[in-house]
């Protein structure tokens, strides 16, 4: 056999293994049938993750999201539960995302509004908050939120318009009054802000953080007895304690100092 031939015939027997099991695998390749696209989560399990914690429900809705980008609700959901969790800025990420695919949902909207306002960025939240007030202007939430935005960016005027037509459409609205309160707050003017959230933990909806930011206000106004009464009942001792420490070391100091002390406007 001369060195040539002997080449080809290595060749060959190299070869021959791929000639025979090649094809057949490769049939067997066009045989195996393709992955099966994930589905969206049944009603069932959605309803499940609303009742879970903020983590589980921002893994849960993103991945919902990412699925299908225009589940009206997915999106917007996922974008609560970062808030929830304190990602402000993935938040409001989020819901821009859910508007690009979907630029008429006012719940979307509404989650930039609040994000930015989180994050004490209202500026960037108030135009997407002015388009859910023009869309649905006999929405209370989107004016009250208007109104937060407003007064973060030191529009005071407009928002005390908006806070007004909040509670025309919602009277007596916990949220929007809670609100307005901790604007004056802001303000230094805890006087005024008082009998707001007086009026806001009377409402049937009051939420614990309403009935403790009147308790907070009426310790700045020297309340403190009435003060200690109200976190006594909805705080355990130790929360209690820290507040009410926190209340009297500033007994006697300036308003102004005390509303610097309470932190940026909280969303509705």
């Not at 589940?71 to 539960?81: E, I, N, S, T």
């Not at 509004?113 to 989180?118: N, P, V």
Request: glycine share 6%.
């Amino acid at each position: 056999m001369s060195r040539t031939t002997a080449r080809i015939a290595t060749i060959a027997l190299i070869t021959a293994p791929l000639l025979a099991f090649g094809p057949a695998a490769l049939a067997q390749q066009a045989e195996a049938p393709a992955a099966t696209p994930r589905a969206p989560a049944s009603a069932q399990a959605r309803a499940a993750y609303d009742r879970a914690d903020p983590l589980s429900r921002s893994v849960f809705w993103t991945e919902q999201a990412e699925l299908n980008p225009m589940d009206p609700v997915a999106g917007v959901k996922a974008a609560q539960a970062m808030r929830e969790l304190g990602r402000y800025q993935e938040a409001a990420d989020m819901a821009e995302r859910v508007l690009l695919v979907q630029p008429g949902n006012v719940e979307a909207m509404l989650e930039v509004g609040r994000g930015h306002i989180a994050r004490g960025q209202a500026f960037y939240g108030v135009s997407a908050l002015e388009r859910a007030r023009d869309a649905q202007p006999q929405d209370w939430r989107a004016w009250s939120l208007l109104g937060t935005a407003y007064e973060q960016v030191r529009r005071s005027q407009d928002a005390q318009a908006a806070w007004a037509q909040a509670l025309a459409l919602s009277p007596d609205n916990p949220d929007v009054l809670t609100n307005m309160a901790i604007s004056a707050m802001t303000r230094g003017d805890t006087a005024s802000a008082e009998p707001l959230l007086r009026r806001a933990a009377a409402q049937p909806g009051a939420s614990l953080k309403v009935r403790l930011n009147l308790a907070m206000a009426l310790g700045l106004n020297g309340k403190i007895d009435e003060a200690e009464q109200m976190m006594r009942r909805d705080l355990p001792p130790d929360a209690a304690d820290r507040n009410l420490a926190w209340l009297r070391a500033r007994a006697g100091s300036a308003a102004n100092d005390q509303a610097r002390t309470w932190g940026s406007l909280q969303g509705g």
